[in-house]
């Protein structure tokens, strides 16, 4: 570590416990939509299945709810598409740990967030979550016009805090979103082992597996 200046993290799965500010949207959602409907856990468990832990476009996850689902009256896709920008933001939730970690990152490193998404949505969740100013830098995936695993992303990154690629760490969930696409940039990388499996075909090689954030304590 005596040649890292900065640790950049993943927003989703990393810094915000999307399974659970996920679920929390999902009670909400079906408080509003299926309150006609005694049992609703089989539609939750649906719900969560077809999101695919956040990969599914929006647009075409309400497509498929809105012919699965057993509603009273089927509301306008543009209707769920306005629910979910607001209501999915205020449920956001941090990771466990995750803002003594990156407070601890801070004393020594510069930090940052690289995030996929549409900006609305992620700077909302930051900021409901209180976390921008804990960053030197966020980079947003539409914003930039660029998102992961393409190396320009995070070649964005350690550009802007004026640094080279090997003096920098970059910490996410996604084996190749995150891990590979960092590591072609020429960073290292730590993986945080959540819901996204490893892909055997992967070449690159994190320093550290880890599965709780609070390990960062002793890496960093």
């Not at 049992?39 to 969560?48: E, F, H, K």
């Not at 466990?96 to 940052?112: F, I, L, P, S």
């Not at 996410?172 to 891990?179: A, F, L, Q």
């Amino acid at each position: 570590m005596k040649m890292i200046k900065a640790i950049i993290f993943d927003l989703d799965n990393t810094i915000l416990d999307r399974t659970s500010t996920f679920r929390r949207f999902t009670k909400s959602f079906l408080s509003i939509y299926f309150d006609h409907l005694e049992m609703t856990q089989d539609i939750s468990d649906r719900i969560i299945q077809l999101d695919q832990d956040g990969y599914k476009d929006k647009q075409e996850l309400f497509s498929e709810l809105l012919e699965q689902l057993p509603w009273k009256e089927k509301p306008l896709i543009t209707d769920l598409l306005n629910f979910y920008s607001t209501e999915y933001v205020k449920n956001a939730v941090l990771m466990e740990d995750a803002r003594d970690v990156v407070q601890h990152a801070r004393k020594k490193y510069k930090t940052g967030l690289i995030t996929n998404g549409k900006s609305l949505i992620q700077y909302g969740k930051i900021d409901q979550l209180g976390i921008r100013n804990d960053f030197d830098l966020i980079i947003v995936s539409e914003e930039a016009g660029i998102k992961k695993p393409d190396p320009g992303i995070f070649e964005l990154a350690f550009k802007q805090l004026e640094l080279r690629p090997e003096e920098c760490i970059y910490i996410g969930d996604h084996p190749i979103n995150d891990i590979e696409g960092a590591a072609k940039s020429g960073m290292e990388t730590i993986w945080i082992k959540v819901n996204q499996p490893w892909n055997d075909g992967i070449i690159a090689k994190p320093l550290h597996q880890i599965e709780r954030l609070s390990t960062l304590f002793e890496l960093i």
